[in-house]
């Protein structure tokens, strides 16, 4: 087995009485894409936000390249190629898409105190910005200013935002979370286009999506990892079936 | 955001040449006393600015900003009374000092968001108050006068009432041209996407508060230049120059011209000073035929009309009198 990309090992916190992840033990391999899944309330976005930095673990260690970023502030996980994506859409409403897009590229091409030129003149940022523009494509809306975009094309800048920072690997919250079918099937496109460069963390609601992406999948259950393999075997557990697939969600499209 | 040419271009041109008129204007309707009042409109212009870049840009709404104009104008008028009057030595020292207040005030209260960071604000400028309520030897609450204006040899005399005029109206100028160019800067787009969004700044990769702290030195520095100028065109100091609601007085100026545009403040400035001017005479003159000779007390009321018309600009005017004239732009 080769070595794991992103790794975290007995990753516990607790919110009160509510413990929202309980001794998880992860591994991402490089150039895989891992869904994590789980019911409401599985501690799922909890997770990203710790492996992302933005909670602190009560406990456990997370290794991000071979290096220990447990106590990394987030901007400092971002530096070294960790990138998220929000599941509520958070971008910065009132620049254009491309202004949005730039400003990812602007964070990984040195300090930012520089007082004089027009940012919106540097080559150097626009034009990044427009090839992850293009590539999850939305080239053609680069002008148009961020709060008139429909939420499917918000779901699909995220994903420009994080790509912007030339990560090598994805953190994508639910990112076809509140998605018609016509938007999910783009997105699901998009991400298996996206696979063959950047390793992938993927929490997803839409099961049809997951087994149709992921490589393995970890199943959480109240904070608990419950399982972990490849989606055959996830489909035919037994303590999967039962904890989280009972309602008949298994392959029958939205969960 | 993106450079137009909008009715608030040509607004802003008018105003500048009216401001740069107004000197030759002065003289000719033998009007001393309006050179002075507009001396005072352009320097709170520097100081409203430099707020604007905080507050309309950075999303840090400072209620504290005219403890600069207090620590720049005490510089000169300290130096002053200790027989240092070169403005080379004044200046200089006013807006470092200035700027150093700004760094404890900042590292102290970008650790803190919203009300907190308001309040925070303020009881640095209270603090500061007081201070110089206490400074005995500086006139403590009755304040300083400063008998020698800031020297700058044969460069230029700041006695030139003038001269002087059309110095503050540089400078002006020369701090809106540099937070133009710092707004639209990458260090701008950071301080903007801070504004508007801090954590995705994070998780996109910024540490967004050493750009904020700078941020906030700016501004503080600005302010603190926008005070040794006051210092010299009133001749005198005194702790009520940094009274809370003298910041009070920069947030409406810079609310009501419009935050987060380069010509609001400035326009702000010019409206709520004006306003302060010919309200209490219009008010009289209306109030005439119904009190006669008690009209004159009527306009010392005139608070009455500001506050309902900065009400209106509030509810109906989010961008200020700049929005309006831009008209909806922002999202």
Redesign the interface.
Known sequence: MPEALLEAEGLTKRFGGVVASDAIVLAVLPGELHAVIGPNGAGKTSLIGQL?G?IVPDAGHIRFAGRDITAL????R??LGL??S?QIT???????VL?NV???V???VGH?????????C?AE?RDPAHAALSRVGLGSRAGV????LSHGEHRLLEIA??L??RPHMLLLDEPMAGMGPEESARMVGLLRELKRDVTILLIEHDMEAVFALADRITVLVYGRVIATAEPEAIRANAEVRQAYLGDGGLGTGHA | MIARRSPGDFVAAALLFVLLALPPYASLAGNPFLLSVFTRIVILAIAAASLNLLMGYGGMVSFGHAAYIGVGGYVVGILAKEGISSGFVQWPLALAVSALFALAVGALSLRTRGVYFIMITLAFAQMIYYVAVGLARYGGDDGLTIYRRSQFGALIDLSNKTAFYYLCLALLAGCTYLIWRLVNSRFGMVIQGARSNDRRMHSIGFPTFRYRLTCFVISGTLCGLAGALLANHTDFVSPAMMHWTRSGDLIVMVVLGGMGTIFGPLIGTVTLLTLEEALPALISLGARPFMGREAARAGEYWQIVLGPLLLLVVLYARGGIAGLLTGPRRA
């Open positions: 992302a933005e502030p987030v901007w400092r971002s530096t990138a998220r929000f958070s971008l910065f409403a009132d620049f254009t202004d730039a400003l990812a602007q964070a990984h930012s105190f520089r007082f004089w030129d027009k940012a919106r540097a940022l200013i961020v709060a008139s935002m994080a912007a920072t």
